[in-house]
């Protein structure tokens, strides 16, 4: 049975090639881990954790009048599990699938929601403008897309409605004092999961042949490599 995580139909869909390389042949391109960013999803973890304790709704909800309080389950922990996350197997297509949840909310009617933490440091924080400029921020909306879908396979009624908390640096600040401060934006997403599954079996698909697809012409990582490669010909 393969294996996938949402971030391997994330690859496949940016650079199937990538895709192989990664789950065939263990090959990643060179990454840094985001340790602000994980103290930061860390830190809200805990927040919401509180609320999801007591059954309140977080102070953010009410500010943006979501009417809803953090999912209380005994499967929590598991779904936020980087090693185990929400998981969907299917036998016929033989494939496992699973990505690591950051929150789900309930809403008043039943329906969950699913919520992503991200944390960034921009003079003006515009997420219309980032949508529409960024692939990665496309993939932000996809990666609660594939949740929600993961969700609705394991038996849950899911709202299309899905959210980013986004925490943005401050970094114009006066003084620093060992305190950085954010911005905080809930920014409400529209989703549909209509694609998920198709694109998981293309996944499935691509990795059990013996393909090699092309590499991306946008990437900087093979661009780089490509050009390092006709250099050192000339050189011989
Ligand atoms: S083009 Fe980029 S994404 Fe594709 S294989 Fe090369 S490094 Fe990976």
Redesign the pocket.
Same mark, same amino acid.
């Given at each position: 049975m393969i294996k996938l995580s949402r971030s391997t139909v994330e690859?496949y869909l940016? =650079? $199937?090639? +990538?895709c192989?390389?990664?789950k065939n042949h263990k090959i990643k $391109?060179p990454s840094l881990p985001f340790t602000l960013n994980i103290a930061v999803d860390n830190l809200c973890k805990n927040e919401f954790d509180y609320y999801r304790k007591i059954q309140e709704p977080h102070p953010l909800f009410v500010e943006h009048n979501i009417d809803a309080i953090p999912f209380k389950h005994k499967d929590i922990d598991i779904w936020r599990s980087n090693f185990k996350g929400i998981r969907y197997k299917s036998i016929e297509h033989n494939y496992d699938f699973g990505g690591a949840v950051d929150d789900v909310w309930k809403k008043n009617n039943g329906e969950l929601i699913i919520a992503d933490v991200k944390a960034t440091s921009r003079n003006n924080f515009d997420w219309n403008e980032t949508f529409n400029k960024y692939d990665y921020a496309k993939g932000y909306k996809r990666q609660l897309e594939m949740y929600q879908w993961l969700f609705r396979k394991n038996g849950f009624t899911v709202s299309d409605e899905a959210y980013l908390v986004y925490f943005n640096g401050k970094k114009n600040e006066e003084f620093f004092n060992n305190q950085l401060q954010f911005d905080t934006h809930i920014i409400k997403l529209d989703c549909s999961s209509s694609w998920v599954e198709d694109k998981v079996l293309e996944t499935v698909r691509l990795l059990q042949s013996n393909e090699f697809p092309k590499? %991306? %012409?946008? +990437?900087?990582? =093979?661009?780089y490599?490509k050009q390092r490669w006709f250099l050192q010909k000339n050189f011989k």
């Open positions: 690859k940016n =650079c $199937p090639r +990538c192989v390389l990664d $391109p590499p %991306s %012409s946008k +990437c900087e990582y =093979c661009n490599l």
